[in-house]
Each structure stands twice: as C-alpha cells, then as structure tokens.
C-alpha cells in the first residue's frame, strides 16, 4: 500500500512539474479599478499593488495592459497554488520514504 501511495505521490509530482514549466509570464499583486474622484466615479484607472523582497509597491497600469496583467496575476496565484500542494506532497512522500526503509531495516 506505501509503494503503491508513493507511485502516486512521484505521478502527482512530475504533473505539477510539468504545468510549472507551461505557467509563462507571471506576476504578484492585486488590480484594482481607481477613480479620480470616487464620490462620482469620474476618472477611472487600474493599479496593482503588490509586495516584493519585503517591500510593498503600487503601480499605474494602462487600459491597454489590463487584460494582460490579469492574466499574469492568475498565473502566479496558480503557481502559488501548485509550489503548495508540491510542498505536501514532498512531506508526505518523505514520511513514506522513511517509514518503507524503516520496514526494510526490521526485516
């Protein structure tokens, strides 16, 4: 049963290795739609905020790059997401690894 969870583990691993390598161009933060004068929404335009080497930035983005810069943020939310579950996985896998050659040993 540990072999076979393991084999399993190994499978989940190369799938989250090979969906990193497709992510392409990415980036942090959050956008939002600002306005000039916000009681009357006169004025809008898109900022991100985001925190890098433990430093908070802000940025004005054009209307033309909104779109992408969208497309960028979901890449790194998704890239967040699989470095996680690679990371539990990694855990898991090691336990097993440890207890299979402990079992080994007793033999």
Known sequence: MNKKRR????????????????????????????????????????????????????????PQFVKQVRSQIAKYKRFKKLVEKWIQLGIEHSKLTMKLAKLKDKK
């Open 7 to 62: 084999h399993q583990i190994e499978e989940q691993i190369r799938k989250i290795k090979q969906e990193l390598q497709g992510l392409g161009e990415m980036r942090p933060g959050s956008l939002t739609r600002q306005y000039r004068v916000p009681k009357d929404k006169i004025g809008p335009y898109y900022q991100i905020s985001y925190t890098h080497k433990m430093k908070s930035r802000t940025e004005y983005i054009r």
